[in-house]
Every structure is written in C-alpha cells, then in structure tokens.
T-cell receptor, first 118, second 109 residues
C-alpha cells in the first residue's frame, strides 16, 4: 500500500528556531507539492516540483521558507526563522505527471505535519 | 488566476442528502475533482468528472457539472456520520490542481 510519508507528524518550536519538514513521495511519482492549511486561509500551495525541478514557489514567503528535493525520494520544506504565524498543518502530496495538458491527474496526500510556533 | 469558491459549512441530518457546491471562473479544466479530508488526515480523491459530462453517479455520490454556469456539485445520498469531513473541489488542466476553499460537512443524528 504505497503512501506519502511525512515527518515529523507534530512539531512544537519556539519563535526564531529553524524547522525542517520532510516528505517521502510515493515511489515512482515525479511531482511533489507542498501545501499549508490554516483555518483562516484554507489550503495554500507553497511549492511544486516536477522531476525534482522547482516549477512554482510563488506561494512561499521567500525570505524564510525554502523547499528542496535532494533526491527523488525526499522533499524538504524549511522555515528559518520560524514565526507564530507559520503555525499550520503542512501537507506534502505527490503524483505522476507526463507534463501534458487535459489529462487525469491525482495528487496523493501525506498525513501532514502539524507545526506550532510559540 | 483561477478562483474556486465553496460555502464554508454544511450541516445535515443523518439519512438526508447533502449537496456541496463549487463555483469556478476558468472553464478550461478537462477533469474536475472532489477530494475528501477526514479529521487529522490529508486529502483523498473521492470522485471526478470529465468535462464533457453533465453527471456522474458513483454509488451514493452524484456529481453534477453545469459548464455554462461554471458550477460543480457533489450530492451524497443517505448521508452518514462517517461522511463528516471537509470536501474540496479541484480543477486544473495540468498536474497542478487548483483547490477550492473547502466545505466542512457536519452530520448530526
């Protein structure tokens, strides 16, 4: 049963600390998405990779957030320094893309990392 | 950019039908999707419809698409307490989907 895994599941940290969240996409998937979910803003797309190349990070605050894919089995989202307004649930999703238009695409979501910044 | 809107909350009695609505601005999507998010979990694909269809039925789920009005709906028949979740519509013509704001469905006995 292939699943997207995320670690840690929960993280509590103090303002100013660095936070790193990790995601292991489903083996064979070539797209990875990072989302942030809050009550106020709903689900926001932060970053999007295809074949490990970043395609869109326009939703990410560039001064403190960074997203990378060191290899095909690992995606990371880093916040440095963290702030209380970063408190949210961060989801990673993966999918299989052929880069075409008008095709059926499914995104498979991980269980999320619940981040609390005090 | 694409705007995808949903009402925030819906409350229904167990056994009744639920209808969750979604409106969008860009009609170029070939597929339109409904995702379900159960408490404490990530989103999971529930059903989808091809854009040249008006309706798709899948057991208790009925998806209706009105392309003229840019309106998508999900009907859940005989709603159960296990259907309590947040429902997201999603659309897009590439692997990058645009998700709606989500509708929280609460089912009471």
């Amino acid at each position: 049963d292939a699943r997207v895994t995320q670690t840690p599941r929960h993280k509590v940290t103090e303002m100013g600390q660095e936070v790193t969240m990790r995601c292991q996409p489903i083996l064979g998937h070539n797209t990875v998405f990072w989302y942030r979910q809050t009550m106020m803003q709903g689900l926001e797309l932060l970053a999007y990779f295809r074949n490990r190349a970043p395609l869109d990070d326009s939703g990410m605050p560039k001064d403190r957030f960074s997203a990378e894919m060191p290899d095909a089995t690992l995606a990371t989202l880093k916040i440095q320094p963290s702030e209380p307004r970063d408190s949210a649930v961060y989801f990673c999703a993966s999918g299989l893309s052929t880069s075409g238009r008008g095709l059926f695409y499914e995104q498979y979501f991980g269980p999320g990392t619940r981040l609390t910044v005090t | 950019g694409e705007d995808v809107e949903q009402s925030l909350f819906l409350s229904v009695r167990e056994g009744d039908s639920s209808v969750i609505n979604c409106t969008y601005t860009d009609s170029s999507s070939t597929y339109l999707y409904w995702y379900k998010q159960e408490p404490g979990a990530g989103l999971q694909l529930l059903t989808y419809i091809f854009s040249n269809m008006d309706m798709k039925q899948d057991q208790r789920l009925t998806v209706l698409l009105n392309k003229k009005d840019k309106h998508l709906s999900l009907r859940i028949a005989d709603t159960q307490t296990g259907d309590s979740a947040i429902y997201f519509c999603a659309l897009g013509d590439t692997d990058k989907l645009i998700f709606g704001t989500g509708t929280r469905l609460q089912v009471f006995p």
